[in-house]
């Protein structure tokens, strides 16, 4: 996985998830930087800077290239995870709760849908090459349902045309194939302080705010709904999401 790793002070790790570049985070890194922490952030294996040449992607893949970078790190972090990004964050926090001192869930993906065969069979047809990139970037506005970043031009665009290099179609395809069955699995062991950030208008899920809760709820963790964000409230609503999570980060300081 290729990151980058800036500010100094406890560190905080943030995760894209699927078909999404670690600029993903553009807007939240510098207020977490200026809020006194070290952010490293991170392309998913087979997309943005990371190599396209691995045999596995999805769920499980990422909670391992995780496992392996807080290693390297040589400490653990509060660990934000977006879309399966989440999901891979809560089998890490499960099975290495040494290496996470806390979650951000950002509209999570941690336990498998309930959709049926017929509908997740049009899925992998949508997402097989050789118009995965294509169909990707038609979604990719459903996903940003509500306000839209103000470069969301730019960044969809990046994104695409990253998605167009040697390889990564096909490891995007190959990703969009994970399921989240692990990550369901985990959420029974995981101890970690967790917060759940949910846009209001995520398009995947029938009731955000239904789905929050109840991740909470089994996390015994807190929500903040984010209103006029989907899938992205990081990117399209900054300001909110940025201030609820240094608030959350505030909290583990004060009861370390």
Request: glycine fraction near 10%; charge should be negative; hydrophobic fraction near 45%.
């Amino acid at each position: 996985m290729a990151y980058d790793v800036q500010g100094s002070g406890p560190l905080v790790l943030l995760v894209p998830g699927m078909g999404e570049l670690r600029s993903t985070y553009r807007f939240l890194v510098p207020a977490l930087v200026a809020a006194g922490y070290t952010v490293a952030t991170t392309d998913l294996r087979g997309h943005g800077d990371s190599d396209a040449t691995f045999p596995g992607y999805g769920d499980v893949e990422t909670a391992g290239d995780i496992e392996g970078l807080l290693r390297e790190l040589d400490r653990p972090a509060v660990v934000v995870g977006n879309s399966m990004g989440a999901g891979a964050a809560v089998i890490v926090a499960a099975e290495h709760p040494e290496l996470v001192s806390g979650l951000v869930l950002i509209g999570p993906f941690v336990r498998q849908p309930s959709t049926s065969a017929l509908k997740n069979l049009l899925f992998r047809i949508l997402m097989a090459r050789p118009w995965a990139a294509a169909a990707w970037k038609a979604y990719m506005p459903v996903l940003h349902a509500g306000t839209k970043p103000a470069d969301f031009a730019e960044y969809r665009q990046a994104a695409i045309a990253s998605m167009k290099r040697p390889g990564h179609e096909r490891a995007f395809s190959l990703t969009t194939r994970t399921d989240h069955v692990r990550a369901g699995e985990c959420l029974a062991n995981v101890d970690s302080p967790t917060l759940v950030v949910m846009g209001a208008k995520d398009p995947d899920f029938k009731s955000p705010e239904a789905e929050a809760d109840w991740i909470a709820r089994t996390l015994r963790g807190s929500v903040v709904m984010v209103p006029d964000a989907g899938r992205y409230p990081q990117s399209q609503q900054p300001g909110i999401t940025a201030a609820a999570i240094t608030n959350f980060l505030g909290t583990l300081a004060d009861n370390a």
